[in-house]
């Protein structure tokens, strides 16, 4: 389980420039072509070997300066509910704003790690100037350029230590499922179904589930913890925007997960913030079930599920092997078929195939369809296993692993799926020198 760090501060301090360098920007370019980036605001970092998870809280602030003073104080908040850590940016050119001053009194009053990043200080006069952000009582500084990077590596260096250190699940655990979704889709009645008694509170108001919690469910030979995302916590923020809030909730109960069962209300489709959640649990490497539920107030005709199944499918390509399962929680229509799918993704998440095995299906198909020379080169594939990660990763030994292009990769994990059954679960596959 990798930690939580949130940058906050108000707009134009720069912080989706160190948002971006943390992340490596570059390899999100590579994925937004096949559209992986939609949320710009969330990503996975690494420092020293230690990885966490970043937000940042600057891009949800739409709307005048007036509804900005608002919205920040609601999203730093929010970054103060959710992270383990925060970072505190703030900008050496306008000096100390009124803004963040607001945002300093919230700052102080929190029993978690706060780091103060006094940004764009990019020569010596800069760094004098940068003393005056004692006076926001927050301690020591980091005086940093997000731009170069300077300063950077002391920062997260902090930051790192400050994290909580990092937890593994124990072989002998049981299965976790996480139950997400945006607001209102149905989740705890899901849950109530299943489980058979209303634990949750289940009202009409969006958000009215208070934090994940962990339900042990044992029946029909099925055993694992189902956890619920918490939808929203306070009824006065459910008018504002929900999206940051479902997203920012979601982060950790993914992370958590073995498998996520994505629920989706049926009348409002696959909208962007069902997508983001996607990603994330695809991101994340986890098993996924789309859920479609409310299936039963649907105008049916005689192909309206296959549309409806296909139309999801384009929006979730290039990862479109995943189980979808039409259900209404209501009237209990298919929700043991729901778990029953989210088991067997669960198996195929947990396989491991004999490298043997392995070599016998892929060595001959790769032979058939080798990969198209590039720039006069042959590859030549000799042997592959599977890693012994978590979630299923194979290596492809070969001579010239820089010439293997994005469609090859993505023809070899077609084929995996294929002979092995990966359904509901992203693979990795990378090709390595022999």
Not at 307 to 323: G, L
């Amino acid at each position: 389980m990798s930690g939580i760090v949130a940058i906050v501060g108000r707009p134009n301090v720069g912080k989706s420039t160190f948002f971006n360098r943390l992340i490596q920007r570059r390899e999100a370019i590579v994925d937004s072509v096949s559209g992986v980036t939609r949320d710009r605001h969330y990503g996975k970092s690494d420092w020293n070997g230690r990885k966490f998870s970043l937000i940042d809280t600057g891009g949800y602030v739409i709307g005048s300066d007036d509804v900005f003073e608002a919205e920040i104080d609601k999203q730093v908040e929010l970054a103060i509910d959710e992270a383990d850590v925060l970072i505190f940016m703030v900008d050496v050119e306008s000096g100390i704003t009124p803004m963040d001053e607001d945002v300093a009194i919230l700052l102080r009053k929190v029993n978690k790690p706060v780091f103060l990043a006094v940004n764009k200080v990019d020569n010596n006069k800069r760094l004098e100037n940068a003393v005056e952000f004692y006076a926001l009582g927050l301690g020591e500084y980091f005086p940093i350029a997000s731009t170069n990077g300077s300063g950077t590596g002391d920062l997260l260096d902090a930051v790192i230590e400050a994290l909580p250190e990092e937890t593994y699940k124990e072989e002998s655990e049981l299965p976790r499922f996480a139950v997400v979704g945006r607001p209102n889709a149905g989740k705890s009645s899901f849950i109530n179904a299943l489980i058979g008694e209303d634990r949750y509170i289940v009202t009409d108001i969006a958000g009215t589930t208070r934090d994940s919690i962990d339900t042990k469910y044992n029946r029909f030979g099925f055993e694992f913890n189902l956890v619920d995302t918490a939808g929203i916590r306070r009824k006065s923020r459910v008018k504002e925007d929900l999206e940051f809030y479902s997203v920012m909730r979601s982060v950790r109960a993914i992370e958590n997960a073995d498998v996520c069962l994505l629920v989706l209300d049926a009348n409002r489709g696959f909208d962007g913030q069902v997508q983001n959640i996607f990603w994330l649990a695809q991101r994340n490497r986890k098993g996924i079930v789309i859920l479609v539920n409310k299936w039963d107030l649907v105008e049916k005709e005689t192909n309206t599920m296959k549309t409806y199944e296909q139309m999801i499918r384009r929006e979730i390509e290039p990862f479109t092997d995943v189980p979808i399962v039409f259900m209404s929680v209501l009237n209990k229509q298919r929700i043991f078929k729901a778990i029953e799918t989210a088991v067997k993704v669960y198996e195929n998440r947990s396989k491991k195939l004999k490298t043997r095995e392995l070599n016998d299906i892929m060595l001959p198909i790769i032979e058939n369809n080798p990969p198209p020379a590039y720039k006069g080169k042959f590859v030549k594939i000799k042997f592959c296993m599977q890693l012994p990660t978590p979630q299923p990763q194979f290596a492809f030994f070969c001579n010239l692993p820089q010439y293997v292009r994005d469609p090859y990769k993505r023809f070899i994990e077609n084929k995996l799926r294929e002979e092995f059954d990966f359904n509901g679960v992203p693979i990795t596959v990378y090709f390595r020198k022999k």
